[in-house]
């Protein structure tokens, strides 16, 4: 065994706390040794070739409170999307069955609020309960959750909760100040007691360094117990919000984050996320090779765009990639 892996297998086995340092001497390896690293550990806990498929729909789009300087849904931010108040069920349980129809297995649920108050949760759960019904997976990703109402969605049949921490604790509050990176891992909290699955991840791209990269991964890591699924959002520059102008990360950089994600959440789901429709065929297999095995599937994230199921359907083929569920 030589170093790094030794250190990997005590963490494991003593579960012990990812230090930032050891995080970001996987950043610092030289590619290829991170990639083999990557896909050996990847291999140790899945098939290689399978992705898991989540779709995404808005059910409550824009005029948000909070200043998430990355969101194009933030009411103080003139970035052209409409308003839309809670879609009807019908539109919903409509999303979920072309979901379910195109070979997606987890429909995910995004509302643009702060947090749901109880009004506002009631009709979510239905939704949840119906989406359940039809035989795929649910996620809701509806802001801070309060005492209580992770209960309430779990009985009404919810899988997975998205909640993510979005970046490291020091960079945070460049990015965001109307909610504390502890108001995040208190509502994380409350997902777990409730006993739902936990999704959560972050985006990178949005001007952090390395080593708060790496921070951004050892918190994620250290959750305990780690994540189900952690989605690696590449920041989506969208006009009229203060991020627009980011310089643009190396996307061998992105790669090389799927792959320390790999190895420091070796059991997780690790999604590739936004971002990928500005990515190349070349940089998405890479991801893969790198141990992501989900992704967002369908035209569109929330309220920009994501590779449509036709270009999917082609890129998975190309690479023998078969999505969860689907016959060999
Ligand atoms: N409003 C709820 C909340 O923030 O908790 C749920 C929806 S929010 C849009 C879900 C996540 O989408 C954010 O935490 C962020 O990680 C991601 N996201 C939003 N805008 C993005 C962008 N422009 N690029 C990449 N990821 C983005
Ligand atoms: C996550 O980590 N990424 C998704 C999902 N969880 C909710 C959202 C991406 C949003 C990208 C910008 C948009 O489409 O509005
Ligand atoms: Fe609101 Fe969520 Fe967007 Fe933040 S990320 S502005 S909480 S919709």
Sequence with gaps: MNDMTQAAALIESANEKWRVAEVEALFALPFNDLMFRAQSVHREHFDPNTVQLSTLLSIKTGGCSEDCGYCPQAARYDTGVENQGL??????????????????????????????????????????????????????????????????????????????????????????TTRAYQDRLDTLDRVRGADLHVCCGGIVGMGESRTQRAGLIAQLANLDPQPESVPINMLVQVEGTPLQDTEALDPLEFVRTIAVARIALSKSYVRLSAGRQEMSEAIQALCFLAGANSIFYGEKLLTTGNPDVARDRNLLNKLGIRPQGEAH
């Design 87 to 176: 879609l009807e069920m019908n539109a919903v349980l409509d999303a979920a069955r072309a979901a379910k129809a195109a070979g997606a297995t987890r429909f995910c649920m995004g509302a643009a609020w702060r947090g749901p108050k109880q009004r506002d949760l009631d009709p979510v759960l239905d939704m949840v309960r119906e989406v359940k019904a039809l035989g795929l997976e649910t996620c809701a990703t509806l802001g801070m959750l309060k005492d209580g109402q992770a209960e309430q969605l779990k009985d009404a049949g919810l899988d997975y909760y998205n909640h993510n921490l979005d970046t490291a604790p020091e960079f945070y509050g460049e990015v965001i």
